[in-house]
């Protein structure tokens, strides 16, 4: 949420050109200057966040877009959780829990689920691995360069749809309730979610789309 405020800021188009920068907050007009790395800049009257430079190198988002990715597959391939019943054992994984909401009757909250939790992080971490691949490789023909700013500007979509935190909360949640009446076991599943959501959540605190624009007109 913070991170957007600043995304939306009314920072001037032509940064070169007129570089300052109105406070979301106060609207105080603040000259830019270049930060060294790792520094945000506050606004002096109210300490609103105005810009920064990334967190991340490209490197270190390459990293945590990597270990995403090989966490993505065992995270819904293997069974989040384990229940014992009364002697009797069930196990599932993200899909078969998303596909037997569908099967009670409730087709939209299933389509929801595999949108948010399966569909929207597989795309989004391909989406930015393969952003990372292209300013890897320069950015230098125009085919690169359009796909490039088609995935731009597809980017804040699949961020919205992509919702992990929610399964991640509906997993305590259930673990809790269910835990009086039955065995609840997390398995090496769970684990790969839980690490998964958060390699997302550092990737999207370092990615910004901001400076991904950079990349695009630097090179062009
Ligand atoms: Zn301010």
């Not at 731009?152 to 919205?160: E, H």
Request: charged share 10%; proline share 5%; with cysteine.
């Amino acid at each position: 949420m913070g991170l957007q405020s600043i995304d939306n800021s009314n920072t001037p188009r032509n940064d070169s050109s007129s570089p300052v920068v109105l406070c979301p907050a106060c609207d105080l007009a603040v000259k830019k200057c270049q930060l060294p790395q790792g520094v945000r800049a506050l606004c002096p009257r109210c300490q609103t966040a105005l810009y920064d430079t990334p967190y991340c190198s490209i490197n270190g988002m390459l990293a945590l877009c990597l270990t995403a990715f090989f966490l993505y597959w065992p995270a819904n391939m293997l069974p989040v959780m384990e229940l014992q019943f009364f002697g009797s054992v069930r196990t599932t994984t993200v899909l078969q829990g998303a596909t037997a909401v569908i099967a009670q009757g409730y087709p939209l909250v299933g389509a929801a689920v595999m949108i948010a939790a399966v569909i929207a992080p597989g795309l989004l971490i391909s989406s930015i691995l393969l952003q990372i691949v292209l300013i890897k490789s320069g950015l230098t023909s125009s085919l690169s360069q359009k796909v490039y700013k088609l995935l731009l500007t597809q980017q804040s979509i699949l961020t919205q749809l992509s919702m992990l935190e929610i399964y991640v909360i509906s997993f305590l949640v259930s673990a809790f309730q269910l835990s009086d009446h039955a065995d609840i076991h997390f398995s090496i599943g769970t684990f790969c979610f839980a690490g998964l959501f958060l390699a997302v959540l550092f990737l999207l605190r370092e990615y910004d789309l901001k400076h991904m624009w950079g990349y695009l007109n630097n090179e062009a």
